[in-house]
């Protein structure tokens, strides 16, 4: 479920569903999630395990964080809702807000996308950046209360009723405390233990999905001249599984980062990441590299084995008072960029299923999700079947839709109005199906010379 299909956030139409709700996990998804509890609670306790700095430093919880990371349109859109002002204050702290359209390079099967005719904004920072001015709007923020140095231990659990009623957690001392609450959101991630917890208590475990991709980042940083904005993206097209992108981040830097699948890893040494950069279908990144002074003499390694989905909108028993969104749901190939903007798809399906008050509120709220994690599913595990060596469950169509995805790729190439179209699917702004649109479908199909560049 893309961002045209969801009802936006208004506060308005909140039901209160409690005295005190917990949030185990301060990732962005669990940040959204306690701030779209504070209009349906008293107060809300986000609880994390790594210290939660005022300043944007990478937290150890995140091993992802130093990587390049994409805030798209739902993301942008969703916090910007929650937190007016939220892109002036990324700006002035340094972020950028670039022109999708024609400041992103696009590189995919062959050749650079077209620049499309409408403006799409996206805004850039490291992933630090991101979540810091989460955490401090949260900070200021009457009745919200981020706990770090603490190690969630287990939930409180009412057998008799069926609810889950609070979280027992360890602090830096060691000393275990209870914390009552009347819903307690998981947000711990893929590591998530909610699914063990279930089978433990006489409840069924969702059932999972796994799509083995075996990716893995190289990261570097390098200097940005003053004015420079320009972004790029090499997707990888079978055969070749290498890619890579870079992005315009604070402090005048690109965040550049080489990926590889199915093995064909990029290799954690500078020269090695330069050999890397050289092997892409343009001199682009290796340009980067090349030309600009290098802020990093680490590189930084992340490796991704496979996409997982947990379908807990499946179940036919859940206990009352708990929740799980975010990567403890479905944690997608983050080739795609999308983790941030699907935990703010979360966090507005949260929103919406809170209108409905405490009643329901579980079965609600994973019909939303699993309707999001439908769509965006579908989008990467299926591109990542167009090579050969990922395996696990394939959705159906999945060939049919590349072949014609593939169509769309080569005709945006040329076509600024299909490159739109494309973008805005990318951008989880459009749903899949919109490309099927007459406008984009006539273009894509017709002969060639019979359609012209707009």
């Known amino acids: 479920m893309p961002l045209t299909d969801l009802d936006r956030y208004d506060e308005r139409t909140v039901g209160r569903v ?15 999630a306690g701030r779209v509890l504070a209009d349906a609670v008293d107060e809300v306790t986000i609880l994390d395990r790594d210290p939660l700095p005022t300043d944007p430093v990478a937290r150890r919880g995140v091993p992802q964080a130093n990587h390049v990371h994409v805030l798209l349109e739902p993301g942008r859109a969703t916090l910007e809702a929650l937190f007016p002002g939220y892109g002036e204050d990324l700006r002035s702290a340094g ?44 900070a200021a923020r009457d009745g919200v209360t981020l706990r770090g140095d603490c190690q969630f231990t287990d939930y409180r659990f009412d057998e008799s009723a069926g609810r889950v009623t609070g979280v027992l957690v360890r602090d830096a001392d060691g000393e275990t405390t209870e914390l009552a609450a009347d819903l307690v959101v998981d947000a711990t991630g893929r590591t998530s233990r909610t699914p063990e917890w279930l089978d433990d208590n006489g409840y069924a475990a969702p059932p999972d999905d796994e799509v083995t991709v075996d990716l893995a980042y190289s990261t ?72 600009h002074e290098w802020r990093t003499t680490d590189v930084a390694h992340y490796p991704f084995p496979s996409s997982l989905r947990r379908r807990y909108e499946t179940l036919q028993r859940f206990p009352e008072g708990l929740l799980a969104t975010g990567d403890a749901v479905a944690s997608f190939n983050p ?35 699993g309707d999001v994690a439908d769509v965006v599913w579908r989008m990467t595990v299926g591109a990542d079947f167009e090579f050969a060596a990922t395996t696990g469950p394939k959705p159906r169509g999945t060939d049919l839709f590349n072949r014609y995805v593939a169509r ?8 600024g109005y299909v490159s739109d179209r494309f973008a805005r699917v990318l951008r989880l702004e459009h749903p899949p199906t919109s490309l099927l649109a007459p406008g984009v479908l006539w273009r894509v199909l017709a002969p060639a010379g019979l359609v012209g560049d707009a």
């Not at 993206?233 to 870079?246: D, I, K, W």
């Not at 960029?337 to 409905?356: P, T």
């Not at 008050?357 to 079965?363: C, P, V």
């Not at 769309?408 to 076509?415: F, G, K, L, P, S």
């Open 335 to 369: 080739v795609y960029g999308q983790g941030m903007s699907v935990a703010a798809l979360d966090a507005l399906a949260l929103h919406n299923a809170l209108a409905g008050g405490r009643d329901g509120l579980g079965a609600r709220f994973f019909g939303r999700v």
């Open 408 to 415: 769309v790729v080569d005709t945006a190439q040329e076509n």
């Open 18 to 32: 409690g005295d005190h709700a917990v949030v185990v996990g301060a990732s962005m998804a669990g940040m959204l």
């Open 95 to 138: 972020g950028l807000d670039i022109d999708a359209a024609r400041d992103l390079e696009y590189h995919q099967r062959g050749d650079f996308l077209a620049d499309g005719p409408h403006r799409l904004p996206m805004l850039c920072a490291s992933r630090p950046l991101f979540e810091a001015l989460v955490r401090r709007r949260l």
């Open 220 to 291: 570097v940083e390098v200097e940005r001249p003053p004015g420079a904005n320009r972004a790029y993206l090499f997707a990888p097209s079978a055969p070749s599984t290498r890619g890579g992108t870079a992005i315009p981040v604070e402090d005048d830097r690109w965040v550049v980062t080489l990926f590889g699948l199915h093995g064909d890893h990029p290799p954690t040494d500078p020269a090695g990441v330069r050999a890397f950069a050289d092997s892409l279908p343009t001199d682009d990144l290796v340009s980067l590299l090349d030309d």
